[in-house]
């Protein structure tokens, strides 16, 4: 090809602090028309060097030449303006607001006096959706879209900008098996008609099945530019983690034991005093990993809300080891958000290893927390868990996502709970914390494991059982080894029910 | 070491502005035909120039440490206690009450009767604040707003109708046994200023504060709520519970603030003694952003402006003492954010809402 490359970043190196390098000589290089992946673990400089090629971040070194030209990318709005877009993994939407309203805020068209034109703005938004082959209703409010449908609009926002390139930051941590599919499908449209895609990720059998090209990125330095059709997943684990990693965890049959939890026709509220969790019931036993799949939103904060004793129920009952929940039994909670609720990001490991767990004995006498024994307790953990930096007095605000995990995952299952009940352990994790994570979890033999997710795979390596949830209804209820993804996904997003209740 | 450029850190925003909110005034002064050097030497010397000068701004501050905190320990609850000045006056008319009631007794007993009074009373008036919030989630701002202006309608009433003592606007005088000694009595210092036993209350106090957010489980819990209020909920912390305790001890450090003039100067409660040490509290905590410690300094700085205002009085008429006082408080709020290295802690401070 005798074309300019769309990218090309040289020797592109980011200092943080007095010697942290988060990217270290990198060279990128990405052709015009084509699906890039950018891959490895967190903390490999992916985003750093996302960020600097959106001017969110100003190499310390390097150079970038967007179409042949050398360019120096100041602000997001400097890259816009060179036709880069990014799409980002949480979306910025503003719910309430249509989708046409969202596309084109920030760059609307006004008429006489500074009233707004909407009707400008919708015609050249549908000849966008005629040229894409999108199909989506302008005038929806986006609180009624479903998440893939939210990300389409995200996408649009990008293209209403006129952006030739294409940066999207892992895209489908958030979608169905379906909603992904489609996702590509329309990636490949955009690259049909010319358009450059950087796509970052972590799953390797996804970047494999869409990409043209792969970069690995370790330790900021890049340590493989793949073409994906002469590659194999295996040789692209060895470079993202630098060793023959191998992650062969999987559950295994084991006989379950005792009732642990048993949720009898449980229904719970929202904030709004919707009922979001509608006559659940379910059983599940010491050694039994049960697997709650769903479309985030279905109910299931709710329900772990309501078994963890931290919501009350409207009607129907919960019982751990056979008894009614009160107020202190105690449960493992590893929620979905953990910087939001179970964290507090300015206090020190040690202040995080003490939460929700402030009233124990062994931590705190009337006037006094015991600050040397929870010290103590913290750096076993520490060494446990292998949290890095290595030291209780750290900020856990400046931790990595995977370190804090760590800290609430250690936390969590140090309690003396025969209930564990954990929602996106992963989320946000690199290949090792991932396993290291599931490893965790598949070693609690002796206790009971509610693990909510919306990745299938995750719940497919993991569980023993497999219940659905879609609109707060139970819908399906599977053995692992009796079902798959393709299956999961239709009763996630209701297009099948089992009839019988359970 | 580095614990010094810790704290040269921290104060660097505020000492800058200071200095930056003087240059400022002394533009104002300029331009009332004034020499500026002249106003700030006078104005410096005459407070921390001579021992009478420091007494009087001691005297100031002790009421403002008491208020800094009461305001510093509701927003390390996430709280935001505008209520100060209710309190103050609830608690200090509580401790005339107990001085004048209780004459019989010793000072042993009258003394300590009193402080539990003037923090009991101011607690309690706090915690009305806070009930309402945890049980009708009605607002803090708005609760504590209300409070104060039904609490100095109470103070006023009692004082008129029930306590009167005919001709004055104040309460009969508290027993000899209920008076905290005045420094230059003890000491032979600070001759002729008030400056009292009630700072050392005030000491005191911020070191409970210290030692209770620090070191107990109720202050991990209060700061935990005012950092994250949802990771308070799923670590199983009473939420209801925390907002009226932290409120409560917020009416009760403010409570206690009377007694620098109740106890420690007139000997009676008056109506109108407080002069916004309430509200000035929270311009107090603010700056101190929230550390017990750090609320003794500021406090004594804006004892500095209070006493100092009064004494370049000779020089500049009073508004413009007021203005500058006012200009200054404003600018070393923002200020300090904007000179602070690690910038933009505002976010820390609490939501309203």
Redesign the interface.
């Known amino acids: 090809m005798s074309q300019e490359p769309a990218i090309v970043m040289e020797g592109i190196t980011r200092i943080f602090g007095e010697d942290f390098k988060a990217n270290d000589s990198i060279d990128f290089r990405v052709r015009k028309g084509t699906i890039h992946a950018l891959v490895g673990e967190n903390g490999a400089g992916k985003s750093t060097l996302m960020n600097i090629l959106y001017g969110l971040l100003s190499p310390t070194y390097g150079t970038i030449r967007i179409n042949g030209l050398e360019k120096n990318i100041n602000s997001p709005r400097e890259a816009i303006s060179l036709g880069i877009g990014m799409v980002h993994q949480h979306f910025m939407l503003i719910e309430t607001l249509t989708v046409l309203e969202n596309i084109i805020l920030g760059d609307e068209s006004t008429g006489p006096f500074g009233r707004l034109d909407l009707s400008k703005a919708a015609e050249k938004v549908s000849a966008l959706l005629k040229s894409f082959r999108i199909s989506i209703d302008l005038n929806e409010k986006v609180e009624n879209l479903a998440v893939g449908v939210q990300q389409k609009v995200e996408i649009l926002k990008v293209l209403y900008r006129n952006a030739d390139i294409l940066i999207l930051d892992e895209p489908t941590a958030v979608l169905t098996p379906q909603e992904t599919d489609v996702l590509f499908d329309t990636l490949e449209e955009l690259k049909s008609i010319g358009k450059t895609i950087i796509l970052i990720s972590h799953k390797l059998l996804e970047v494999l099945s869409v990409s043209d090209y792969i970069t690995v990125l370790r330790h900021g330095k890049v340590t493989g530019n793949l073409k994906t059709s002469e590659t194999s997943k295996e040789e692209i684990s060895v470079l993202i983690t630098g060793d023959e990693f191998k992650d062969s965890l999987q559950q295994e049959f084991r006989s379950a034991g005792e009732i642990v939890l048993e949720v009898k026709g449980l229904s719970v509220l929202n904030d709004k005093k919707f009922e979001t969790v509608k006559s659940v019931s379910f059983e599940l036993r010491a050694g039994e990993i049960l697997g709650i799949a769903g479309v985030e939103g279905n109910g299931q904060s709710e329900l772990i809300e309501a078994i963890c ?2 919501r009350q129920m409207s009607s129907g009952s919960i019982k751990i080891d056979g008894q009614s929940i009160q ?1 202190t039994t105690p449960v493992s ?1 590893i ?1 979905s958000d953990k910087l ?8 020190d490991i040690t ?1 995080n290893i ?6 124990e004995e062994q931590f ?1 006498k ?4 015991n ?1 040397d024994r929870l010290r103590r307790f913290s750096e076993q953990l520490i060494e446990e868990y292998d949290i890095r930096p290595s030291d209780p007095d750290i900020k856990i605000g400046s931790l990595s996502g995977g370190n804090q995990q760590k800290v609430v995952a250690a936390r969590e299952l140090s309690k003396n709970a025969s209930l564990i009940v954990a929602a996106h352990p992963t989320r946000g994790l690199d290949i090792k914390a991932s396993a290291f994570v599931h490893g965790t979890l598949l070693k609690q033999k002796t206790k009971a494991v509610l693990l909510v997710s919306s990745d299938l795979n995750e719940l497919l390596k993991l569980s023993n059982r497999i219940a659905v949830i879609y609109n707060g209804k139970i819908t399906g209820l599977f053995e692992t080894n009796e079902t798959n993804e393709k299956e999961l996904g239709m009763y996630m997003t209701g297009m099948r029910t089992m009839n019988n209740e359970l | 070491m580095p614990h010094w450029n810790k704290y040269l850190n921290l104060s660097a925003g505020p000492l800058l502005s200071i200095i930056v909110a003087m240059l400022i005034g002394a533009v104002f002064i300029l331009a009332i035909g004034h020499n500026p050097l002249d106003v700030y030497y006078l104005l410096f010397s005459e407070t921390l120039g001579n021992s009478y000068g420091i007494g009087q701004v001691l005297f100031k501050a002790t009421p403002l440490i008491f208020t800094g905190l009461s305001v510093a320990i509701a927003f390390k609850a996430g709280l935001f206690n505008i209520g100060a000045e209710g309190q103050l006056n609830i608690g200090a008319f509580a401790s005339a009450w107990a001085g004048f009631t209780f004459v019989s007794l010793p000072w042993y007993l009258l003394i300590p009767l009193s402080i539990l009074a003037a923090f009991a009373a101011g607690a309690f008036w706090a915690s009305i604040a806070g009930a309402l919030k945890a049980k009708f989630g009605s607002h803090e701002v708005i609760n504590t707003i209300m409070l104060n202006f039904i609490a100095l309608a109470l103070v006023s009433y009692l004082v008129n109708n029930v306590y009167l003592v005919p001709a004055t606007i104040h309460t009969p005088g508290i027993s000899p046994n209920a008076v905290l000694a005045r420094f230059d009595i003890i000491t032979g210092l600070f001759k002729g200023s008030p400056f009292n036993i009630s700072f050392l209350i005030a000491l005191a106090a911020c070191i409970f504060m210290f030692y209770l957010i620090k ?3 109720l202050g ?2 209060i700061t ?1 709520l005012g ?2 209020r ?2 308070a ?5 009473n939420i209801s519970r925390l907002t009226v305790a932290g409120l409560a001890l917020a009416g009760g450090f403010a409570g206690l603030g009377g007694m620098n003039f109740v106890n420690g100067y007139k000997h009676y409660f008056e109506i109108g003694f407080s002069e916004n040490a309430g509200y000035v509290g929270i311009a107090v905590a603010l700056i101190a952003r929230n550390n017990p410690f750090a609320v003794i300094a500021v406090a004594i700085f804006f004892g500095v402006l209070e006493y100092g205002g009064l004494t370049i009085n000779t020089m500049v008429p009073k508004e413009i003492v007021t203005i500058l006082q006012g200009l200054i408080i404003l600018l070393v709020i923002s200020l300090s954010y904007l000179f602070d290295k690690k910038n933009f802690r505002i976010k ?1 401070s609490p939501a309203i809402g």
Do not use: C, D, W
């Open positions: 004793g931290l107020n909670l929620p939001k609720f179970a964290m507090v990001k300015e206090y202040g003490l939460l929700g767990r402030q009233n705190s009337a006037l006094a927390i600050y | 070191i107990t489980p991990y819990e935990t950092f994250n949802n990771a909920r799923y670590a199983k912390m820390h």
